[in-house]
């Protein structure tokens, strides 16, 4: 006999600017999302000022789906605001913030909301993910900051792209940059658990040159320094100790795989001075060779063992996330 469960209604919002590119995949996946205990009521895009195509495509969809909503500000005052503006619509308790510049798992809105079961929850954050390829070294500088970031967050979260958070007040401060550490500061201070769900996974894209990367990282920065001078609040990126300690996690790794390079050019040279011993003196094909024996093995069974080993992996980090936080 199963017993139905209520669902965690939830109101997600959308900050827009000229994100014409973007916003027709974003509503596609948001509208897309698979759902179990979790039921989005209505998906609230707030437009700011949008010169291309952002508003047009946003109607479009209004017409396929009655829970999409827009909000259109004539001058672009800032996230912040446009924030306010949907709280102030948002019908439900829960709430959920995205940017227009991100797109959803199917799975992120059902894997962050249902976390809200928990009545000590009050924020929860999506695992970043950049998808455009690391092949230069701000892609590459991208990738590592958001490894790095992931690692920090399974310890003490920081959030950010796409939250989802309980309605506990009435609007964000003008002066505040930085909305999801503010948010994040409120949660705290009412007594209510920040966490992180890993297997939420919001995709985005990262800077593709220097003075985009420096302009991102210093607008951040900023921002979280003008929340501690004022309202007391320090993100856990700010605790330069256990960024240093992650960091050299990272290089440790990184000298690890220059050693195994190493080794394999080595073994590789070995093993081509043989094969050209065995051809050049001892005129053998290896047309009947000696087996490597150690490869010889059942390949389904093997692939079963690493799946499952990797399945209880990430059973091990959701019930760490979720349970001991």
């Known amino acids: 006999m199963t017993?139905?469960?209520d669902k965690i209604r939830c109101s997600v919002g959308v900050t827009a600017y000229?994100?014409?590119?973007?916003?027709?995949s974003l509503l596609a996946a948001l509208l897309d999302q698979h759902l179990h205990q979790v039921e989005i009521v209505e998906i609230i895009v707030v437009a700011s000022a949008c010169t291309d195509r952002t508003v047009e495509i946003v109607r479009e969809f209004m017409?396929?789906?009655?829970?999409?909503?827009?909000?259109?500000?004539p001058r672009r005052e800032g996230k912040t605001s446009a924030i306010n503006l949907f709280l102030k619509a948002a019908s439900c308790d829960i709430c959920v913030l995205e940017s227009g510049d991100t797109l959803p798992h199917e799975y992120a809105v059902e894997h962050m909301v249902r976390m809200f079961r928990?009545?000590?929850?009050?924020?929860?954050?999506?695992?970043?993910?950049?998808?455009?390829t690391p092949d230069h070294i701000v892609g590459l500088l991208s990738h590592l900051r958001l490894r790095m970031e992931h690692e920090l967050?399974?310890?003490?979260?920081?959030?950010?792209?796409?939250?989802?958070?309980?309605?506990?007040?009435?609007?964000?401060?003008?002066d505040v940059a930085m909305d999801e550490a503010f948010v994040e500061a409120i949660v705290v201070r009412q007594g209510m658990q920040v966490r992180y769900a890993p297997d939420a996974i919001v995709y985005n894209t990262g800077p593709t040159t220097v003075s985009d990367f420096i302009?991102?990282?210093?607008?951040?920065?900023a921002g979280h320094l003008y929340l501690k001078h004022k309202y007391g609040y320090k993100v856990s990126s700010m605790q330069n100790s256990r960024v240093a300690r992650i960091a050299l996690k990272e290089l440790w790794g990184i000298i690890r795989l220059v050693w195994v390079?190493?080794?394999?050019?080595?073994?590789?040279?070995?093993?081509r001075l043989l094969g050209w011993y065995d051809f050049a003196i001892k005129r053998d094909r290896h047309v009947v060779w000696n087996m490597a024996w150690t490869q010889k093995q059942n390949v389904r069974d093997v692939r079963l063992n690493r799946e499952n080993g990797a399945a209880q992996e990430a059973f091990s980090i959701k019930t760490h996330t979720q349970l001991e936080r």
């Open 63 to 73: 017409a396929l789906d009655e829970r999409i909503q827009l909000i259109e500000q």
């Open 18 to 24: 000229n994100e014409e590119a973007n916003i027709g």
């Open 153 to 174: 967050c399974l310890e003490i979260p920081r959030l950010g792209e796409m939250i989802a958070f309980r309605k506990v007040f009435e609007q964000i401060p003008p």
């Open 215 to 221: 302009r991102q990282r210093r607008r951040n920065h």
């Open 118 to 132: 928990d009545p000590a929850v009050g924020m929860v954050g999506a695992q970043k993910m950049a998808v455009d």
């Open 3 to 5: 017993h139905s469960i």
């Open 261 to 271: 390079l190493f080794l394999l050019a080595m073994i590789e040279g070995v093993s």
